[in-house]
């Protein structure tokens, strides 16, 4: 079978086969494969139908990609739905983040009548601590005949998360499952001194250079000097921690990787890019271009999103030699390179060191090696003489993919808009319904406790009387994420009395949660200083019942560590103003402020009855949404 003038794979085609067949689809396969086809054919084949489709992705930069790639294609046929961007919402094909589906399901599943498939890219994300619950209530909750096509990375479990979608949705689901590549791996250890060498050659490496030698000391080569001479340039080497990024970044730039020609052409499109982005081309922009002249560069979520979509946008050229990125690159981005470099395979997780997952760890190799242009991708990773033992490399690069686990957690605005839907008693029958359920071969005694836990709470709160949504309840239902600390300020009268700017102050310090080691300057609370007292006695006293009631996690506390910062922003200052206000890095302040509009846009809706309040909101919303914040801005021009 051939599609867009290329002979499919045989699971490409037996999944198309599927998709022609109007089944549902569960598709696991190595990073590079080739998954994206079988998505294009679904759009293209639900447009010739004149059918609806829904696209989506676990991260706003792999959606925004997709958007790009796709309107250049189909134009006006395709929408995007990110909460920081909204463009032709009822086109026939929308692209958004997994939380704005299983947003719509929630408060509208109408608007999902018209859907024929759901396309989504990443699924193994179902497994992720934070927000893998996101998935696993879109499958639950999608209007019955939406059929899904999920694309996966492999996963070991595949056989028993295909019986579990197919016992939620009620629908045969074809299974297509293969460990093929088109460009095989290759796996490296590099030991600082010795070299390379395979991960059973670890030990006699290690050996070797901790014996006492003669002679002169030389700098020995280091990983990079490997790759420069064995030509495996193009790299993307992952490292852990953004400051590692620039350092390394900055260290390497002694190498001049381009010659004469590829340095015109990379800097005089940096130059071209910054000016359809509006750049200005001073200041982070000024040391980037100077990388980018070497051809090295380095990327992660402290950048601005327009300077991370330049870097992209370059990488693509092949100009880029060496980029230094954190793992959030390797997430559906569609960025090959010759070669992969992990800087260590442990990294910080928020509490100690561990090493990376197998999944984690093939998610990132599999950008080694660009179809048609590579015979094998080639990866290497740099062992730490102190603390890697070849048997915890062994078990990271060769070990079993982890299966994929239930992370079901239904947030408050989740459980309000079920209990509106299906009433006290059905809302027990949805938490049935979960994997962790259908993995324990019944019901969830733990997510049951939960949900009552968390009914109870609503309860007590104001969210629930009588069997339905009081006004409260309503406010809170409509709102997705920080909900609950939207409706209490809002039922505290912290909004009565207080202008645009000083809503926008207080939105920001429910969204925001400081880095450890951040500076920020305090604001002058000569004004605000009441209303701060009483939101923050109000989330407390949220927590406290929370806690009362056995909730290990609870709310986070307003953080108004930034309010000097919005304030300033506010009223017209220029980005690099702000510095004065907060270390925290220009990437960290826009997408805090981009969450800023995305909650005064859910609460102005929210509160339309209120036209007073609702006039200053949108008011607050203009007064931050513009230049760097403005994410619509940055799709438009690029």
Known sequence: MRY??????????????????????????????????????????????????VYT??????????????????????????GDVTLNAHAPVVLMT?????????????????????????????????RGTVWEESIIFAPPGV??????????????????????????????????????????????????????GMNKAVEQIRRPRRGRGHRPPDVIDHLIKEDLLSCLCFCFSRRECEARARSTQRRRLLNNHERERILRSF????ERYEVDPRDQASELRQLAGRGIMYHHAGLLPVYKEVVERLFTTGLVKLLFTTETFAVGVNMPARSVVFSALRKFDGVGFSYLKTLSYYQMAGRAGRQGMDDEGNVFSVVNLEYDTQKDLKKVIFGK??????????????????????????????????????????????????????????????????GELTGKGRIASRIQGYEIHVAELFWAGCFETISPEECAVIV??????????????????????????????RIAEFRRTEQRHGLEETIKAPDWGLSAAVQSWARGAALEDLRGFTSSQD???????????????????????DLGLHDRLLEAMNLINRDEVDAARQLRLG
């Open 4 to 53: 867009k003038g290329f002979e499919l794979y045989p699971f490409q085609e037996q999944a198309i086969r599927a998709v022609e067949a109007r089944q549902s689809v569960l598709v696991s396969a190595p990073t590079g494969a080739g998954k994206t086809v079988i998505a294009e054919f679904a759009i293209d084949r639900a447009l010739e139908l004149k059918e609806r489709i």
């Open 57 to 82: 992705s676990p991260v706003k930069a792999l959606t925004n990609q997709k958007y790009r790639d796709f309107h250049d294609e189909y134009g006006d046929e395709i929408g995007i739905m990110t």
């Open 98 to 130: 997994t939380e704005i589906l299983r947003n719509t399901i929630l408060e509208d599943a109408e608007r999902m009548s018209d859907v024929s498939y759901v396309i989504m890219d990443e699924i193994h994300y179902i497994s992720d601590i934070d």
């Open 147 to 200: 059929r899904f096509l999920g694309l996966s990375a492999t996963i070991s479990n595949l056989d028993e998360f295909c019986g579990w979608v197919q016992s939620v949705r009620d629908d045969e689901v074809e299974l297509v499952e293969t460990d093929f590549r088109p460009v095989p791996l290759k796996h490296h250890l590099f030991v600082p001194g010795a070299g390379v060498t395979r991960v059973s």
């Open 271 to 274: 130059d071209e890019l910054c």
């Open 401 to 466: 993919m982890e299966p994929l686990q239930s992370r079901f957690n239904l947030s408050y605005s989740a459980v309000l808009n079920l209990y509106q839907a299906l009433g006290e008693e059905e809302i027990y029958s949805a938490v049935d319904r979960s994997l962790a359920a259908w993995q324990r071969g019944g019901s969830s005694k733990k997510d049951r406790a939960l949900l009552k836990a968390r009914l109870d709470i609503l309860t007590k709160a104001g969210y629930l009387a009588d």
């Open 508 to 537: 920001a310090g429910i969204v925001f949660e400081a880095r450890r080691g951040d500076f920020h300057q305090r604001i002058d609370a000569s004004g605000l200083g009441a209303v701060r007292n009483r939101a923050r006695k």
């Open 587 to 609: 990437g960290d302040v826009v997408r805090n402020l981009r969450m800023t509009v995305q909650i005064l846009r859910q609460f102005a809706n929210a509160a339309k009855e």
